[in-house]
């Protein structure tokens, strides 16, 4: 039952003690997140596992690309554990390393050495090894501005991976126009775009998260009519039009922050996952708070991690069994911290 495992994890976390560490990304179910040593957004998350060197034991409570970044930042002696190897990414799927290196020789060939690329966390590590070898950097959605900014200051033009909403929104926001934009589809190796190439400046991955592509205008358009009093507030993984249409956009950090920092009776549409909004509509009895999309939107690899992982994965660690290691090869993971790195210098 329910409480049986929850009993089991919370004795298992007792005998480990600090030989233990659970991060637990804001979109886990409430009954993962209860055990969690440490809750927050991709940025946050990333800081804290490269920072605790102590721990024998990380058992992430995120997606696959998550405990990557965990493994890469930690000590060579801790292991980072997946509680269930399918939590993957859906978006850090539609970027693979081959089809990065054809489009890379293909950018080359029209751009020349003008364009530096640029991965969001939300990617495999072969991705990041490659930006990584490439000087380009890693963004988070808490920091892709800065980062973007950064870039700039090294080259013409950038390669956005995979997210092309993040990419879009970010850029749009510190003054490219979507006419300096073009789009790489990975499928059929070729740049979408209509007009002298000599104008682009980013080249979007074609490549979105399908839980946040669930947003629409209408969504927006149906919230104003109702409650026209309403705040919308939007992860920046949301299309371009439904960005421009609400109040604000930002991480799940920003999300949370926006909403506890607002006045009491407040009212707020939110467009990200779905257990964080619950969970924030819990938090906040005193505001009226409701999912911009009515029919919620779970992303159901992170869904993929729940009570009965988190107490197997406990179980097998304690039993001494190496089962869900996440360990990334040295040669990808030696270029993929440089990516890392250049972005974690910016926020610490
Ligand atoms: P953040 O928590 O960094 O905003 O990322 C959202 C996300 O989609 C993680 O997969
Ligand atoms: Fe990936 Fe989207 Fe799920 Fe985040 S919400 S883990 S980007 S599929």
Redesign the pocket.
């Known amino acids: 039952s329910q409480e049986e495992l929850e009993t089991k994890v919370a004795e298992a976390k007792k005998r480990l003690g600090s030989r233990l560490f659970i991060p637990g990304?804001?979109?886990q179910k409430d009954e993962v997140i209860q055990f969690a040593d440490t809750t927050g957004?991709?940025?946050k998350l990333a800081q804290v596992s490269g920072e605790n060197t102590e721990a024998e034991f990380i058992v992430f409570c995120g997606?696959h690309f998550m405990a990557e970044t965990a493994d890469i930042l930690t000590t060579e002696k801790q292991k980072v554990f997946l509680p269930d190897m399918r939590a993957g990414?859906s978006m850090a799927d539609m970027a693979d390393i081959d089809q990065t290196e054809r489009a890379w020789t293909k950018l080359q060939e029209i751009f020349g050495d003008t364009i530096l690329p640029l991965t969001y966390v939300?990617s495999t590590a072969a991705i990041k090894s490659f930006v990584g070898e490439n000087k380009g950097t890693t963004v988070?959605?808490?920091n892709a501005e800065t980062m973007v900014k950064w870039a700039f200051n090294q080259k013409e033009r950038i390669l956005f991976l995979p997210d092309q909403h993040l990419g879009r929104n970010t850029a749009y926001n510190l003054g490219v126009g979507l006419d300096e934009m073009a789009v790489w589809n990975p499928i059929t190796d070729t740049l979408e775009y209509d007009g002298d190439y000599s104008k682009v400046k980013v080249i979007l991955w074609k490549g979105h998260?399908s839980v946040h592509e669930n947003f629409t205008v209408k969504n927006i358009q149906e919230v104003r009519k109702s409650y026209p009093d309403m705040s919308i507030i939007v992860?920046p993984?949301c299309r371009r039009e439904v960005v421009e249409l609400s109040d604000a956009a930002g991480?799940?950090?920003y999300i949370i922050n926006a909403i506890e920092k607002s006045e009491p009776g407040s009212s707020w549409a939110i467009g990200t996952e779905m257990n964080l909004v619950k969970r924030i509509i819990q938090s906040h009895p005193d505001k009226h708070i409701i999912s911009l999309n009515p029919h919620m939107c779970p992303c159901l690899t992170m869904n993929r991690i729940d009570l009965p992982h988190l107490a197997w994965c406990l179980d097998r660690i304690e039993a001494g069994e190496d089962a869900n290691i996440i360990k990334v090869e040295d040669n990808i993971a030696n270029n993929a911290k440089l990516a890392l790195e250049r972005m974690l210098t910016f926020n610490n």
């Open positions: 990304h804001h979109y957004d991709s940025l997606v990414c939300n988070t959605s808490s998260c992860h993984e991480s799940t950090n």
